[in-house]
């Protein structure tokens, strides 16, 4: 069975501090793929970056980084320098070359404090 | 190019009213699928569609609940005699015809549907 862990289920932050989701998931496929969304108050579903098993490279983008680590089977993002724009729900998701749906974690709802 | 459309915004049934919750997917689209969102939790899968054909329906429940995607129109979601239960987020997601499932690229999610159950 497949599945994503996402501990923190809510932090807060001063703006302008870095912070780190963590995301931790399952699976026993060897094609699988991973993905952030971010859920702002508006509620709709922005995605984040989509990432394959075989890619461990980590990713930058702008102030948004993403560390994949399958000795650990994580998948963590990292926010620098962080802006209250960033407060919202972000979910971890998988899914795997088996499968057609996408796995949610719960979700860790991320507060900016100005 | 418009992005995956659903509506309405925002539905509110009684109990024991029928719910129709409509998604047109991104233009050249032929692969939807229905994601639940209850207050506080993450998304769970519903159902898969293809035009005319329900791919995998294992996240739906056993009763009540029905989805289509016709040749021609939008994908509906029906629920029939709502209850307060049913009050959640619904979400719509569309991928391209040849990419099956969201393994490909990222699965575009529409804005959502928001049902409030009286």
């Known amino acids: 069975a497949q599945k994503v862990t996402q501990a923190q289920t809510e932090i807060s932050v001063v703006e302008k501090e870095d912070v780190t989701l963590d995301c931790v998931y399952e699976t026993r496929d060897t094609t699988y793929y991973l993905f952030w969304y971010k859920q702002p108050p508006s509620g709709e579903l922005v995605f984040l970056i989509r990432?394959?098993?075989?890619?461990?490279q980590n990713e930058i983008s702008g102030r948004y980084s993403w560390n994949f680590q399958k000795s650990t089977s994580s998948f963590n993002f990292t926010i620098t320098a962080s802006q209250v724009v960033d407060s919202a729900v972000y979910f971890c998701a998988l899914t795997s070359n088996r499968d057609d749906k996408i796995i949610f974690g719960k979700g860790t709802r991320l507060h900016i404090l100005p | 190019n418009a992005g995956v459309m659903q509506n309405p915004r925002h539905l509110v049934r009684r109990r024991g009213q029928e719910a129709r919750l409509r998604c047109s997917p991104m233009k050249g689209h032929s692969h939807v699928y229905w994601y639940r969102q209850l207050p506080e939790e993450g998304l769970k899968f519903m159902v898969y569609l293809q035009k005319e054909n329900i791919i995998d329906e294992s996240g739906m429940p056993k009763e009540r609940f029905s989805a289509e995607f016709p040749k021609e129109g939008p994908s509906i979601l029906r629920i029939q005699q709502v209850v307060r239960g049913d009050s959640a987020a619904y979400f719509c997601?569309?991928?391209?015809?040849?990419?099956?499932?969201?393994?490909?690229?990222?699965?575009?999610f529409g804005s959502g549907t928001q049902l409030s159950v009286l």
């Open positions: 990432r394959n098993s075989f890619d461990e």
């Open positions: 997601a569309s991928s391209p015809p040849n990419q099956r499932g969201p393994r490909n690229e990222k699965l575009f």
